[in-house]
């Protein structure tokens, strides 16, 4: 007996979210009433009521119009979306790889499945993360990475026991029998038989504890004895059979009957009882007739001809292969509708990504533009600002330098002014001091020229020497003593009045500076030792030098302003 057709008793087993939102009796509306949920899911303003609306909408048509049912699934996930609502979006995205899985795109399935998984894991849900698991556990064995699927059934399988230990209404127990038995036929197909009764029998237990899941129950039973009768432990796997079989009869599940006798017609087969063998394939075809399910009736012609053809019934065996080989060619046209119908809803998918991706790429594009517009706005700005801080600094700098050199230049001409008023005040007492020890001098003079009449002509002549000497000493002394303080006090004073009048002797230059200095005659007479009235007559020849003469303006107040 082949593994291949071992493996068409096996029956895989897909999660799917149930009252995630809301209780189970909207799932259960009839078809006939979809009118009525399409505009529910138009009309609500609640998003989750009308994501759930459309994901039911979505499931019901998923087995008669894929279009529609694609149109429904879209429209949860962008209605998702809005919402903002993760877990909403989360539901929509699973609803939307469950319908591609049904139609066996498994690519696709993936997509959204992974896209799932992602939120999940975000937001830390482990009974979603649980059962997208799951379902991406079957997506990898439809695709035949059976390491892959594995791996993904083990994980859910863990999620699901760390559920159930704190959910006192054990809902993960029921979607653990699931797990377990696509975990048993991964195992089985690639003969790891010890793991694959592991997994069935693991499923067994936990399905005959829970009321309402024979069905479930009947299939772990099949698929348990099925990897018996590949080991050879016939015994073993005859009860198991009859076990699921008396479940279906039971539970009138046609279906279930038809895969049921075709298991024991394998069981036959293996002991060696072709006739019973025969027996259970005739009437699970009749069962697989009447419930239209072209797959099983294909598998179960196609067991029949190779019976007869052991047998050496020649011509029950070409019958039933030409049996099977219509069958199997209607099978091989609908697959073929199916995969233009694949082809023709990946295009549509793949034209919808690349919409979307382009106009994500316009919408980025757009952010860029706006991005960039924005940083050379804040570019300007700034630097309009630092321009504007660096010349107000540049301001407040030069205002400072001005304040600083002002106090500097205060500091200077006060400094100055001191200075000034100090050189003229020893000016003015070096003067003071000149004209006492001149007048001093010409009293000594006087006296010496007194007493020199009652001398000796011997000590005359040595008495006029030193009077000639005191009178030379002083002429000398004083004007070479003044010359020096007033240029220290006056130091431009000589060449502004050189170009006011340039034809002046020295003498008169001297008288100036006298002037300047506000002295008297009887000063002047002092400390050049001339009478007072000859100071007055040259004072007079001054004033018309200066162009002073017929003017009020004094001379002394001539010469200060100079």
Not at 237 to 259: C, T, W, Y
Not at 447 to 472: F, G, N, P, T
Not at 524 to 534: A, C, D, K, V
């Amino acid at each position: 007996m082949s593994k291949i057709i071992l493996m068409g008793m096996v029956r895989l087993w897909l999660i799917f979210f149930t009252g995630l939102f809301f209780c189970t009796t909207i799932a259960a509306q009839e078809p006939a009433k979809i009118d009525s949920l399409r505009y529910l899911a138009e009309t609500t303003t609640s998003d989750s009521a009308a994501v759930y609306l459309m994901v039911q909408i979505s499931q019901t048509y998923s087995s008669t119009d894929i279009q529609d049912a694609l149109v429904y699934a879209e429209k949860a996930v962008s209605r998702a979306k809005e919402s903002a609502q993760k877990s909403l979006e989360a539901y929509a995205l699973f609803n939307m790889g469950n319908v591609y899985f049904e139609q066996g795109m498994m690519e696709l399935a993936l997509q959204y499945y992974f896209e799932c998984l992602r939120i999940h894991n975000e937001t830390g849900g482990e009974k979603g993360q649980a059962y997208v698991m799951a379902n991406v556990g079957a997506v990898y064995l439809q695709l035949k990475q059976f390491d892959q699927s594995r791996e993904y059934f083990e994980n859910a399988l863990a999620y699901f026991e760390r559920l159930d230990m704190n959910d006192s209404l054990a809902q993960p127990a029921r979607l653990m029998g699931p797990v377990l038995n696509n975990l048993g036929i991964v195992c089985q197909t690639m003969e790891d038989y010890p793991c694959a009764i592991n997994y069935y029998s693991r499923g067994i237990s936990l399905m005959r504890i829970l009321p309402g899941y024979e069905q479930q129950l009947a299939m772990l039973l099949n698929n348990l004895g099925s990897v018996y009768v590949l080991q050879g432990k016939t015994d073993q796997a005859l009860d198991l059979i009859k076990e699921a079989f008396v479940i279906r009869k039971n539970n009138d599940d046609l279906s279930g009957l038809a895969q049921s006798h075709r298991m024991l017609a394998e069981y036959y087969v293996a002991v060696g009882d072709r006739q019973r063998a025969i027996q259970n394939l005739n009437l699970g075809h009749k069962l697989a007739l009447q419930v239209g399910s072209m797959s099983l009736d294909s598998e179960i012609l196609k067991l029949l001809y190779e019976v007869y053809q052991n047998e050496q019934i020649a011509d029950s065996a070409l019958k039933y292969y030409i049996k099977y080989s219509d069958i199997n060619e209607e099978l091989n046209q609908e697959a073929a509708l199916k995969e233009l119908k694949h082809l023709e809803i990946k295009a549509q998918y793949e034209e919808n990504a690349k919409r979307v991706q382009e106009e994500q790429k316009r919408k980025e594009q757009r952010y860029l533009l706006a991005g960039i517009g924005l940083l050379l706005t804040l570019a300007i700005l700034g630097l309009l600002y630092f321009l504007s801080q660096s010349r107000n600094r540049r301001l407040r700098l030069e205002k400072e330098n001005i304040h600083l050199n002002a106090q500097n230049l205060e500091l200077q001409n006060a400094n100055l002014e001191k200075e000034l008023s100090l050189k003229k005040k020893e000016m003015a007492t070096n003067v003071m001091y000149q004209i006492q020890k001149n007048e001093l001098i010409h009293d000594i003079v006087k006296k010496m020229q007194k007493h020199s009449i009652a001398a000796q002509k011997q000590d005359k002549l040595w008495v006029y020497e030193i009077i000639r000497d005191l009178e030379k000493t002083q002429d000398m002394s004083v004007w070479d003593e003044f010359e020096i303080r007033f240029q220290q006090v006056h130091s431009e004073f000589y060449t502004r009045l050189n170009n006011i009048s340039p034809d002046l002797s020295v003498n008169e230059r001297r008288l100036c500076a006298f002037l300047k200095l506000n002295m008297t005659s009887k000063e002047i007479s002092s400390i050049t030792g001339q009478t007072p009235r000859t100071i007055d007559v040259a004072r007079t020849r001054l004033r018309k030098k200066l162009n002073l003469t017929n003017t009020d303006q004094g001379l002394v107040e001539y010469l200060s302003g100079i």
